[in-house]
């Protein structure tokens, strides 16, 4: 094998190994603590778990490429090193002392963290951002169009959805919902946008290229959604369906691995990791008020997903981008 495929390859063992150590660290000191703690402190566990990737893969960084990270980039890496493991150690701690708070702690510093961080990429002083593609100004039409085009695939899959699920349709509540989200998503891209930077960063910018690399664009970018979908398995065990952990499992590796097609799709065409983060910020806000926590899923509720996900995500995987 070449020397380069070598090194490419180590540097996604080492990466994969350090966020999962990470995750099924956290996720067994979750197994532990969540039937004493109620779901705004095993919510806490979500909030943190969706800055491993990033930690992780600016670990690598600058194990293998320190000298050619400029001197900005790296005090903002050490600055979200620094906040990573400042949440980690508030859940640590906050779950045994402060259980009806932590969430509540760990909100304030997402949104402390992520205005400061908003400002110093938007500034993007000595243009230092570029190296991680998050230039705001970068392909900004583009970027907001693939936002506008996501927000519509949303709708169409919650409309289809309700008539499958309901068989009905609520005029008003869809209204509701595409005003809630064009007021939400400008103030979460600045409140909120420190933990999607945290996903993305791992797994679009740094893990995307590698894998595809190595085995394709197509293959690569399913392997990715694998998994990305498997590193959600503490949260869908003890947070997100302890009732029916095995059908939420299967449903996030195939939502992850057909959204993660688009998203893919996406960050090729935009180059812009900003597009992947605000797409990421909008798929997760709720469609209802209640909270997706404790959700039992059925094999219906499986095999409706996966059709309509499939229908709506799998034909971006043949579009030109894809093409190796």
Same mark, same amino acid.
């Given at each position: 094998m070449?020397?380069?495929?070598?090194?490419?390859?180590?540097?996604?063992?080492?990466?994969?190994?350090?966020?999962?150590?990470?995750?099924?660290?956290?996720?067994?000191?979750?197994?532990?603590?969540y039937?004493?703690?109620?779901?705004?402190?095993?919510?806490?566990?979500?909030?943190?778990?969706?800055?491993?990737?990033?930690?992780?893969?600016?670990?690598?960084?600058?194990?293998?490429?320190?000298?050619?990270?400029?001197?900005?980039?790296?005090?903002?890496?050490?600055?979200?090193?620094f906040?990573s493991?400042?949440?980690i150690?508030?859940?640590?701690?906050?779950?045994?002392?402060?259980?009806?708070h932590?969430?509540?702690?760990?909100?304030?510093?997402?949104?402390?963290?992520?205005?400061?961080?908003?400002?110093?990429?938007?500034?993007?002083?000595?243009?230092?951002?570029?190296q991680?593609?998050?230039?705001?100004?970068?392909?900004?039409?583009?970027?907001?169009?693939?936002?506008?085009?996501?927000?519509?695939?949303?709708?169409?899959?919650?409309?289809v959805?309700?008539?499958?699920?309901?068989?009905?349709?609520?005029?008003?509540?869809?209204?509701?919902?595409?005003?809630?989200?064009?007021?939400?998503?400008?103030? /979460?891209?600045? %409140?909120? =946008?420190? @933990? !999607?930077? &945290?996903?993305?960063?791992?797994?679009? *910018?740094? +893990?995307?290229?590698?894998?595809?690399?190595?085995?394709?664009k197509?293959?690569?970018?399913?392997?990715?959604?694998?998994?990305?979908?498997?590193?959600?398995?503490?949260?869908?065990?003890?947070?997100?369906?302890?009732?029916?952990?095995?059908?939420?499992?299967?449903?996030?590796? /195939?939502?992850? %691995?057909? =959204?993660? @097609? !688009?998203? &893919?799709?996406?960050?090729?065409?935009? *180059?812009? +990791?900003?597009?992947?983060?605000?797409?990421?910020?909008?798929?997760?806000?709720?469609?209802?008020?209640?909270a997706?926590?404790?959700?039992?899923?059925?094999?219906?509720?499986?095999?409706?997903?996966l059709?309509?996900?499939?229908?709506?995500?799998?034909?971006?995987?043949?579009?030109?981008?894809?093409?190796?």
């Open positions: 070449d020397s380069s495929l070598t090194n490419i390859k180590n540097e996604i063992s080492r990466f994969l190994l350090v966020n999962f150590l990470i995750t099924f660290g956290m996720g067994i000191l979750m197994f532990l603590v039937k004493d703690i109620d779901d705004s402190a095993r919510s806490g566990f979500a909030i943190v778990q969706m800055m491993y990737p990033a930690l992780s893969a600016i670990g690598m960084k600058i194990y293998y490429e320190k000298d050619g990270i400029s001197n900005k980039l790296m005090d903002f890496f050490k600055l979200y090193i906040l493991i400042l949440a150690i508030i859940l640590v701690i906050g779950v045994f002392v402060f259980p009806s932590v969430s509540t702690a760990l909100n304030i510093l997402v949104i402390v963290s992520s205005i400061v961080t908003f400002i110093l990429i938007f500034n993007n002083e000595e243009n230092c951002f570029e991680i593609n998050m230039v705001f100004k970068k392909n900004f039409r583009s970027v907001s169009l693939y936002c506008l085009l996501f927000i519509m695939i949303k709708l169409i899959r919650i409309i959805g309700e008539f499958f699920y309901e068989n009905s349709f609520e005029v008003l509540k869809t209204i509701r919902y595409i005003i809630a989200l064009f007021i939400d998503v400008p103030i /979460s891209i600045v %409140i909120s =946008s420190i @933990i !999607f930077f &945290g996903e993305e960063l791992g797994w679009r *910018e740094y +893990l995307q290229p590698r894998l595809q690399i190595l085995f394709g197509k293959l690569g970018v399913i392997i990715l959604g694998f998994i990305w979908g498997i590193w959600h398995l503490p949260l869908c065990f003890m947070l997100y369906s302890p009732s029916t952990p095995i059908y939420c499992v299967i449903s996030h590796v /195939s939502y992850c %691995i057909l =959204s993660g @097609i !688009f998203l &893919g799709f996406v960050y090729m065409r935009t *180059e812009n +990791l900003w597009s992947v983060i605000i797409l990421h910020l909008i798929n997760n806000i709720n469609y209802t008020a209640s997706t926590y404790g959700a039992i899923i059925t094999l219906d509720d499986l095999i409706i997903g059709i309509l996900n499939a229908a709506i995500f799998l034909p971006f995987l043949f579009t030109k981008e894809y093409k190796d």
